[in-house]
């Protein structure tokens, strides 16, 4: 397995970082406003008829696009200063809503329970999204896959029913094994299951529920309070961010996807190099998972961030910003091949 350790001390590259101090001041009046100058706003019709929200910033004279594909109960605007720095670093991003998040389409009534039937619905999302918006815009661009959490495990799916849809992938604690706790997997399944067939799949799965708008900095899966505070606003301004704990249903297609997204026969069809981040002190997901495909792709090589929670990108300085600088690295080096 090709793993390394993030290197905290590497040079910094780029002018346009920000610091915690004045963060939310910060993105009020530089990153907001810039964003706002390069956005298109829409929806495209998914394969089942659901109008699915995305998020477009396209640059005349880019490098490349990047595709964001983002976490559980996350939306666009958690991005913002990420999707700033990749325009900055010279790339369009294309970012998409999945399907009962933010302004997408929602198979429940409310905007705090998070229901599908299938991660093939996200996969087929995610590839329609990349043939109707991202072609037309990118044009003969790459294209690259950023992909966090649940969008990690929506990515390498797609990476592996769709091999070319993407010329390169990064992949950031991606939800392969979902911590449980001491609830096995086998009887988590089962559970899910029995509500499914008792007609409650649209029902909270045990140890979920809806938005209380009391989320704690010392909870959270990040390490920087200002970047924290500035979403939890965010969240806290737009009722259809309120996206808050998953269904039995959902929970169910999760546990199976992450199974399929890892297994053998599955992960030898991806061809694109991979890079996997590991978050060291990762919460939310357990490493075996990641460990498994790594092992298993042939195109993937681990990178682990010592001392980072589960959201490396919103993580203390010193690592998030040479998190990026590697990110940008590995895309660069696939350009110029």
């Known amino acids: 397995m090709k793993k390394r350790y993030l290197d905290r001390n590497r040079v910094r590259n780029f002018s346009f970082y920000l610091s915690e101090g004045d963060f939310e001041k910060k993105m009020e009046t530089i990153v907001e406003p810039f964003l706002k100058g390069h956005e298109i706003r829409g929806t495209f019709e998914a394969a089942d008829g659901s109008r699915i929200a995305y998020y477009q910033y ?3 004279d880019a490098k490349a696009g990047i ?4 976490g559980f109960s996350e939306f666009a605007a958690k991005y913002s200063e990420w999707i700033y720095l990749f325009l900055r670093a010279g790339y369009s991003v294309f970012f998409i809503e999945h399907r ?3 302004e997408s389409a929602r198979a429940v009534e409310g905007t705090e329970k998070i229901h599908i039937g299938s991660y093939e619905e996200y996969v087929q999302d995610l590839y329609t999204f990349v043939q109707k918006i991202v072609i037309p815009a990118n044009g003969e661009n790459p294209c690259f896959l950023y992909a966090h959490s649940m969008g990690g495990a929506i990515g390498a799916l797609t990476l592996e ?5 993407f010329d390169g992938a990064v992949l950031s604690a991606p939800m392969f094994s979902i911590n449980m706790g001491v609830l096995p997997v086998w009887l988590a399944k089962f559970v899910a299951r029995l509500q499914i067939k008792r007609k409650k799949g649209a029902e909270y799965a045990i140890g979920q529920h809806g938005y209380n708008g009391k989320e704690k900095f010392e909870e959270s899966c990040s390490l920087s309070e200002a970047r924290f505070r500035y979403i939890v606003k965010r969240r806290e301004e737009n009722v259809k961010c309120h996206t808050s704990g998953g269904t039995y249903s959902w929970a169910l297609a999760s ?3 992450q199974e399929k997204a890892v297994a053998l026969d599955n992960v030898k069809k991806i061809v694109v190099p991979v890079l996997l981040f590991q978050a060291e002190n990762d919460t939310m997901v357990r490493p075996k998972g990641q460990e498994k495909f790594v092992k298993r792709c042939k195109t993937a090589e681990m990178v682990i961030v010592t001392g980072s929670k589960h959201e490396i990108y919103n993580a203390d ?13 590995f895309y660069e080096k696939l350009i110029l091949k």
Not at 67 to 70: C, N, P
Not at 161 to 165: I, K, R, S, T
Not at 317 to 329: L, S
């Open 317 to 329: 300085e010193a690592v998030q910003q040479a998190f990026f600088e590697e990110i940008i690295d």
């Open 255 to 257: 546990l199976l996807a």
């Open 100 to 102: 009962g998040h933010g």
């Open 161 to 165: 029913e769709f091999p070319e849809l």
């Open 58 to 60: 396209a640059l005349p």
């Open 67 to 70: 595709v964001i594909s983002h």
